[in-house]
């Protein structure tokens, strides 16, 4: 019984963290679409190729933050060190705020090395959201290793929303102040004005969660003075252990999403040094695959992301306990509901690519080209997610060297691929593409061999994978027939769409149930869980 509550839990809070993912995903697709509008695809190349390398910065000096900290602690709290946790964390501020301050300085000094020289000023803009960054992580990790995500979540939320807000009213200003100017100038001072954005959330993100820290700080110091554990970790070892845990955490991170990164600068230099593109060309086309197919991919892999944030610190807490079966219970419950929500939208993405394209980025000269590009990433979805939750589960049993080994080696795979098809084929943004795809495989199957072998973890097979497959390809099937034969009759995107929808949601929620894919406690682990338990009780699909 006690389990089967910490798995509820768990599943609980998976799906706030999952849910708050996706809104913050969908709300940065929809100001993403206007943003777009504002600044052109030039000033959006310079704004993603700006930003790609702020998130590789932020993910050496403060993105794994979250993941790290709340592992560290959560072993801490399993064992009832309260005092511990406690030092912990003050020890994680001390931290961020000299690593995270050198990051802003290095980010800002040296941004003419780092970027592009219509980029420059793009990245200069981020330098001082990753400082404010790392301490936002710091915070969110504490509250999800005392098992709660509801103050990630809506931090996460505030600051997407505020995000979008200030993008779009700093870019529409920016480009109007230097209305007599080129349009490449325009475009880097609307680049420039999303950037601000970015940073206004963080910001406000921040002292939210701060605020809500001063509110349980009453609560937390009540816990510290119960604490009768005898051994309390002296300052030295405790930013030994943050250094330990967080430096492979980092390599990880790191090396697991710096192929954008990379896939970037080889794309900018062998498209402006070998086939003749222009650094406007260059970077305006690198926009299409970064900043707006990828941007729509990223959505459903949220899901994973979350739940991946989720399940560290109940993964850390079972494994440091011995509790392997509840470890391996986890994973499975984890894996499950992502595949569930992964696979159709992977589906989904494949055949109303355009459609989609239409509704969040209309540009005419664009729409084609993006949804190919979306068409043929919507695979990736899948993968990502998957290793996305294998590379949490390494990390919660300590194992933090193997996800570094793993994706150093698909990266080095992928960049062999990826450079001869540039060199020696048109595909162009399709050669992006395909390494994007190869390089979440080869995560996907080296961590799946890692999780196996440390925990001897075997995966269900047919309802995990197969059944959710064969629904989510009828129900594509369904959507796509829908959408195209109401086209013929009114020529209305949108309309059309939210047709396809409504008629594929239910396809696929009563197909995986009849075929027993899913059955209560799988739907309960869902974002509004007890709300499809009693839709599927209703329609006499369960009982």
């Not at 399993?78 to 001390?94: D, M, T, V, W």
């Amino acid at each position: 019984m006690g389990n089967n509550k910490k798995s509820n839990s768990f599943v609980m809070q998976a799906g706030i963290l999952a849910a708050a993912g996706i809104i913050c995903k969908v709300i940065g697709i929809l100001y993403r679409s206007p943003l777009a509008a504002v600044i052109g695809d030039e000033g959006n190349g310079y704004y993603s190729s700006a930003y790609e390398i702020y998130t590789i910065i932020l993910l050496v000096s403060s993105y794994s933050i979250p993941s790290a900290i709340s592992k560290v602690i959560a072993q801490r709290l399993a064992l009832r060190e309260y005092r511990n946790a406690q030092k912990i964390f003050r020890c994680a501020i001390g931290y961020v705020v000299v690593v995270g301050g050198l990051a802003s300085l290095f980010t800002f000094f040296g941004a003419g090395i780092l970027v592009g020289g219509n980029s420059v000023p793009v990245l200069r803009i981020f330098a001082p959201t990753i400082f404010f960054s790392g301490l936002l992580g710091v915070l969110r990790g504490y509250f999800q290793a005392h098992g709660t995500m509801v103050p990630t979540s809506f931090s996460q939320i505030v600051e997407q929303i505020l995000n979008a807000v200030v993008s779009i009213l700093a870019a529409f200003l920016l480009i109007k102040a230097v209305a007599g100017k080129d349009t490449t100038t325009q475009a880097v001072f609307g680049a420039s004005g999303s950037a601000v954005g970015t940073g206004a959330g963080v910001l406000i993100a921040l002292l939210f969660m701060f605020g809500i820290f001063l509110l349980n700080r009453e609560y937390i110091n009540q816990k510290i003075k119960r604490d009768r554990s005898s051994q309390l970790l002296t300052t030295g070892e405790v930013y030994r252990i943050i250094i330990t845990m967080v430096t492979p955490v980092i390599l990880s991170t790191f090396i697991y999403n710096c192929n954008t990164s990379l896939n970037l600068t080889i794309y900018t230099r062998i498209m402006e040094h070998v086939k003749g593109f222009t650094e406007v060309e260059a970077y305006t086309q690198y926009g299409l695959f970064s900043g707006k197919a990828k941007q729509i991919a990223n959505i459903p892999i949220a899901i994973a992301s979350a739940m991946s944030s989720a399940m560290i610190p109940g993964i850390s807490g079972s494994f440091a306990q011995g509790d392997i079966v509840g470890t391996n219970r986890r994973i499975g419950t984890a894996i499950k509901t992502t595949m569930f929500l992964s696979i159709p939208s992977a589906v989904g993405l494949a055949v109303l690519a355009k459609p989609v394209t239409l509704l969040l980025y209309p540009q005419k000269a664009s729409v084609d080209t993006v949804s190919w590009l979306l068409a043929a990433l919507s695979i990736s979805v899948v993968f990502y997610a998957l290793s996305t939750i294998s590379n949490a589960v390494l990390q919660g049993i300590g194992k933090v060297n193997l996800p570094v080994i793993n994706a150093a080696v698909a990266l080095v795979i992928q960049t062999v691929v990826l450079v001869p098809l540039l060199l020696a084929t048109d595909l162009g943004l399709f050669s992006l593409v395909i390494a994007t795809v190869l390089y979440s495989l080869l995560m996907c199957i080296l961590n799946g061999f890692s999780v196996r072998k440390e925990l001897k973890y075997k995966q269900e097979i047919i309802k995990t994978f197969l059944l959710p497959g064969w629904s989510a390809v009828i129900m594509g099937a369904a959507a796509f027939g829908v959408y195209h034969g109401l086209y013929l009759l009114i020529h209305i995107n949108v309309i059309c769409l939210a047709a396809a929808i409504l008629v594929a949601v239910p396809i696929y929620f009563v197909l995986t149930i009849k075929l027993g894919a899913v059955g209560r406690k799988d739907l309960l682990a869902l974002p509004k869980g007890a709300l499809l338990v009693r839709a599927a009780e209703k329609c006499r699909l369960i009982h």
